[in-house]
Nanobody, 120 residues
Framework: QVQLVESGGGWVQPGGSLRLSCAVS????????MGWYRQAPGLQRELVVV???????NYADSVKGRFTISRDNAKNTVYLQMNSLKPEDTAVYYC??????????????WGQGTQVTVSS
């Protein structure tokens, strides 16, 4: 079994910064990719950023230049540094992980979600 534990989030004024973290634990053979999605009220869940095992990243256009993903492989943890936050960034942010627990078993996992609210 694999668990994703998120931390961070909260309320911040426009222009402010927040950092999210997500730690993966459990039966891990290989982390193929990790990242963040978000879902605002009434909208579908959307990609924020993903980092794959070779270090390549894929950012949503709406966050490029403002958000930065990083990882600590020793801790199986990814971080999302969010700067210059805008009200439209308000959403529940979900950690995502594509994990292989063996050569044959590969699954997607999700964190519980953490609320980010940007308002004055």
């Amino acid at each position: 079994q694999v668990q994703l534990v998120e931390s961070g989030g909260g309320w911040v004024q426009p222009g402010g910064s927040l950092r999210l973290s997500c730690a993966v634990s459990g039966s891990i053979f290989k982390i193929n990719a990790m990242g963040w999605y978000r879902q605002a009220p009434g909208l579908q869940r959307e990609l924020v950023v993903v980092i794959i095992s070779n270090g390549n990243t894929n950012y949503a256009d709406s966050v490029k230049g403002r958000f930065t993903i990083s990882r600590d492989n020793a801790k199986n943890t990814v971080y999302l540094q969010m700067n210059s936050l805008k009200p439209e960034d308000t959403a529940v942010y979900y950690c995502y992980a594509d994990i292989s627990s063996s050569w044959r078993q590969r699954e997607d996992y999700w964190g519980q979600g953490t609320q980010v609210t940007v308002s004055s």
